[in-house]
């Protein structure tokens, strides 16, 4: 099977390479990844597309270093704010919930391998801007109760759904989020968790 990894950054692809598997290395953030990952699938054709990367967690019910996958993601920042009061595009009549590839204003991955493995399941949220404010973690939780936030998985989502390719968006927890104290961070066991995980599902996919 012809297989394409992509991360943010070059850290996070520190797994053992295998046949028949190219990597893409997209940049930070939302507009990087829609432009290189529908940019690659233009040039080429996968059978199956991962994105593998850090996250940071709402909850310190996930462990620093666990690995999860995503079955549901968001824009969590799209929309509009008045007063500290945050409504997504949805709530502001300005997009329907059930627009392709929305549904009911999430991005869902129903593929089988999400049903079939032991990682556990997450719903996550994509955002611009990683912060340590209160306000923002507030607005998140109450709009979306999220358990994970990134800076690029709903980006992925939106392009592969859009484009009718498999795929999955695998996560390793390196911070909780709003803690912007790095020392605090498990970036290196996340990254080694994560890259395990890569290796197994690779192996399940081929």
Same mark, same amino acid.
């Given at each position: 099977m012809n297989i394409l990894v992509i991360a943010a950054t070059t850290h996070e692809l520190a797994f053992k390479r295998s046949v028949n598997v190219e990597?893409?290395?997209?940049?930070?953030?939302?507009?990087a990844t829609i432009y290189h990952l529908q940019k690659k699938l233009q040039q080429n054709s996968y059978k199956f597309v991962i994105q593998a990367g850090i996250a940071g967690a709402f909850s310190n019910e996930f462990n620093l270093g666990q690995t999860v996958l995503v079955k549901q993601d968001c824009f969590g920042d799209l929309g509009t704010e008045e007063k500290g009061l945050f409504n997504t595009i949805f709530e502001a009549g300005l997009e329907d919930k059930n627009t392709l590839?929305?549904?009911?204003?999430?991005l869902y991955n129903n593929n089988d391998l999400l049903k079939n493995s032991e990682l556990e399941l997450v719903k996550a949220v994509t955002i611009n801007k990683v912060s340590d404010s209160v306000l923002?973690?507030?607005? !998140? #939780?109450?709009?979306y109760n999220p358990e994970i936030e990134t800076m690029e998985g709903a980006a992925f989502h939106y392009v592969?759904?859009?484009?009718?390719?498999?795929?999955?968006?695998?996560?390793s927890i390196s911070n909780y989020v709003g803690e912007r104290d790095k020392s605090k961070?498990?970036?290196?066991?996340?990254?080694?968790s994560l890259s395990t995980e890569?290796? !197994? #599902?690779?192996?399940?996919?081929?």
């Open positions: 990597t893409l290395i997209t940049g930070v953030g939302i507009p590839p929305y549904k009911n204003g999430w923002q973690k507030q607005q !998140l #939780l109450q709009t592969c759904l859009q484009e009718n390719i498999p795929f999955v968006q695998i996560r961070w498990k970036m290196a066991d996340a990254i080694s890569i290796e !197994l #599902l690779i192996k399940e996919l081929s």
